[in-house]
């Protein structure tokens, strides 16, 4: 015999047949993939800044002459 039993709980009662209109419907939350995706695309600016400027130093690097 089963230690514990579930109960059936029923959906609550509709009241009409009637598509719910968006005053009815609950604001969704945002999605998590979405904010997941804000995270990698600062990564990615960060990224790329970086090497930009690790670029441009090397290029101002060989345009200065080598001392003598």
Same mark, same amino acid.
């Given at each position: 015999?089963?230690?514990?039993?579930?109960?059936?709980?029923? #959906?609550?009662?509709?009241l &009409?047949?009637? !598509?719910?209109t968006?005053?009815q419907?609950?604001?969704s939350? #945002?999605?998590?993939?979405s &904010?997941i995706i !804000?995270?990698?695309g600062?990564?990615?600016?960060?990224r790329?800044?970086r090497?930009?400027?690790?670029?441009n130093?090397?290029?101002r690097?060989?345009?200065v002459?080598p001392p003598?």
């Amino acid at each position: 015999m089963p230690a514990f039993t579930f109960e059936k709980i029923s #959906p609550p009662p509709t009241l &009409g047949h009637s !598509q719910p209109t968006q005053a009815q419907t609950p604001p969704s939350q #945002p999605n998590q993939r979405s &904010g997941i995706i !804000q995270i990698l695309g600062r990564f990615v600016e960060a990224r790329v800044t970086r090497v930009e400027r690790l670029e441009n130093a090397t290029l101002r690097r060989r345009d200065v002459p080598p001392p003598k």
